[in-house]
């Protein structure tokens, strides 16, 4: 199985970006799926996570700002706006077959988001 992440880059402050994650090499369905960020010299944080049940979480720090979505079958994307500083790091797709708070039965390489200010 793998996850294959896209859509990270360089953004000014306030802008937009929109990762992807795609999941190849499986039939069955990930029921959850989500993403990871890991800043330099910060440990990892849980960004947002969604269901097949179309149950979400996203963590304080992006509320109102980020918007994760599972489009089609095993595929997640998150749309990020009104970008912050603080919000550069190396986003990571992960996912899980298993309902679950913190999905990390799979991971992406990661796919960098710089924000400057």
């Known amino acids: 199985v793998q996850l294959v992440e896209s859509g990270g880059g360089l953004v000014q402050a306030g802008g937009s970006l929109r990762l992807s994650c795609a999941a190849s090499?499986?039939?069955?369905?990930?029921?959850?799926m989500g993403w990871y960020r890991r800043a330099p010299g910060k440990p990892r944080e849980l960004v947002a996570t969604?269901?097949?049940?179309?149950?979400t979480y996203y963590a304080d720090s992006v509320k109102g700002r980020f918007t994760i979505s599972r489009d089609r079958k095993n595929t997640v994307s998150l749309q990020m706006n009104s970008l912050k500083p603080e919000d550069t790091a190396v986003y990571y797709c992960a996912a899980s077959y298993q309902q679950t708070s913190r999905p990390a039965g799979y991971w992406g390489q990661g796919t960098q988001v710089t924000v400057s200010s």
């Open positions: 090499g499986t039939i069955l369905n990930f029921n959850t």
């Open positions: 969604a269901t097949t049940g179309f149950d």
